[in-house]
């Protein structure tokens, strides 16, 4: 169990980040100067209701956005000034999604979902290995439709994961689940965070997942009003909601 006094190195940073929509009467605020650092190998939750900003922060994270101004460091990487192949190169080689939707391709079975992304990465695990690190290990040739929705979400855990990525960024991912099959989805994540050291952030609104993490950052119109540490953390088997 990794031990939150020993996170000391930033992975990504953002610094004073503001995102702007629209213009004049139509604008909107969606960030307003926020400050947060990610940590090597921690189990972050970013807590909040819909329209706190938390997704437009997360896209900002990955790459999958910009800033309106502030700025966004991934180690000693401006993104902020990057350029958009070199965003998608960071994407590719340091970043994992997993979203609320599984975002499989049905055609494909599972091993060749995973394997999609295995194909574009430098030292990615094999397909087979990421699928039995997600417990799916015996459902490897089937299709999508012949998966229930927790085991598509964790074919797409598998697929976000198989490149090895240094960040494993995760909106909703128990979002379109019940309450059973969403404590294995983030038993799923909690195990990669521990076995592969991957940092990884998810974004919710429900309250009881905070218990699990490393530390939790509670947003609210566009700022974050907390981040807090968790003293002692919870089993994801142990969450009720």
């Not at 119109?221 to 009720?240: F, K, M, Q, V, W």
Request: proline fraction near 5%; hydrophobic fraction near 40%.
């Amino acid at each position: 169990m990794i031990d939150t006094s020993e996170l000391r190195t930033p992975v990504l940073r953002a610094e004073g980040v503001w995102k702007v929509y629209g213009e004049g009467d139509a604008e909107v605020r969606a960030l307003r100067g926020v400050d947060l650092s990610l940590f090597a190998g921690e189990f972050i939750v970013l807590l909040g209701a819909s329209g706190s900003g938390k997704s437009t922060l997360l896209n900002i994270l990955g790459g999958l956005d910009v800033p309106s101004a502030g700025r966004v460091t991934y180690r000693d990487q401006d993104l902020t000034e990057a350029r958009d192949d070199q965003l998608t190169r960071y994407r590719r080689e340091h970043v994992g999604f997993v979203f609320q939707f599984y975002n499989l391709i049905p055609s494909l079975t599972a091993r060749e979902n995973v394997a999609l992304v295995t194909e574009l990465a430098d030292d990615p695990l094999e397909p087979d290995e990421a699928l039995a690190l997600v417990g799916l290990g015996q459902r490897a040739e089937h299709f999508p439709s012949e998966l229930s929705g927790g085991e598509q979400q964790r074919v797409a855990i598998a697929r976000a994961v198989a490149k090895r990525p240094d960040l494993l960024l995760c909106d909703e991912p128990t979002g379109a689940l019940d309450c059973a099959t969403g404590r294995l989805v983030l038993t799923v994540l909690d195990r990669v965070n521990r076995e592969l050291g991957t940092t990884t952030a998810i974004i919710t609104h429900n309250a009881p997942i905070a218990a699990m993490a490393h530390r939790v950052v509670s947003m609210a119109d566009g700022t974050i009003t907390s981040d807090r540490p968790n003293a002692d953390r919870a089993s994801p088997e142990t969450l009720r909601w």
